[in-house]
């Protein structure tokens, strides 16, 4: 069965520190992936999307860019952080046929 | 432009009422809609999709495209309901969804 992996599940950083986010996928070839940031009250906003290796569409400019380097494995990373980016970052992934998505367990970033 | 709406972001019901969770949507095309469902502590999971016309854990969704609308409905609420729903939109071929702002439902005994 497939599964889908996040980590770390916590993290503290300070601003203007990197930021790198992994989430992996098994039992599953070429997924579609996805990135989002869930906030209280305004639901999930997607970030990125990626239908294959080194393909990345952003959702929304901001301070944050995602990597697709291997068919599973879908990275969220930031070069400075800014507190603005402090949330619950989810990845998702869904088949090339059926659209409904599968999420993982999520990221808490605090940026301080 | 593509919109789903819920109006609602807290729903309290005793146990055992019905409960009725709103989504509205707005789309060009046929909509294609899902409910997610996350319970405390666990990560975000899908609950209904309409294309099956099921029922999961004693909710259903009809879509209506007259009203534009995808509510979930479930006839008798149990504690164990308690949770945050999403309503979510496929907005384009590859599958990207674009999720309501969320209702959290909290059942009391």
């Known amino acids: 069965s497939q599964t889908i992996h996040q980590w770390p599940a916590t993290l503290v950083q300070p601003v203007g520190s990197p930021l790198s986010l992994e989430c992996t996928v098994e039992g599953t070839s070429n997924p579609n992936l996805y990135w989002y940031r869930q906030a209280a009250g305004r639901g999930l906003q997607l970030l990125f999307y990626s239908v294959g290796i080194g393909q990345i569409s952003s959702e929304v400019p901001q301070n944050l860019s995602a990597s697709r380097p291997q068919d599973r494995q879908f990275i969220l990373s930031s070069k400075k952080l800014l507190l603005s980016d402090s949330g619950f970052y989810l990845c998702?992934?869904?088949?090339?046929?059926?659209?409904?998505?599968?999420f993982g367990p999520g990221t808490r970033l605090t940026v301080t | 432009a593509q919109r789903v709406t819920q109006p609602e972001k807290l729903l309290s019901v005793f146990k055992g009422a019905p409960v009725e969770l709103k989504c509205n949507y707005s789309?060009?095309?046929?909509?294609?809609l899902f409910w997610y469902v996350q319970y405390s502590r666990q990560r975000l999971q899908l609950l209904l999709r309409h294309i099956s016309r099921e029922s999961i854990k004693g909710f259903t969704a009809d879509l209506n495209k007259g009203e534009t609308s995808f509510h979930l409905k479930k006839p008798f609420a149990q504690e164990e309901d308690s949770a945050m729903y999403y309503c979510?939109?496929?907005?384009?071929?590859?599958?990207?969804?674009?999720f309501g702002a969320g209702t959290q439902v909290v059942v009391t005994p």
């Open positions: 789309y060009s095309g046929s909509p294609e």
């Open positions: 979510a939109l496929v907005t384009d071929s590859w599958g990207k969804l674009q």
């Open positions: 998702a992934w869904s088949g090339l046929v059926r659209h409904e998505q599968y």
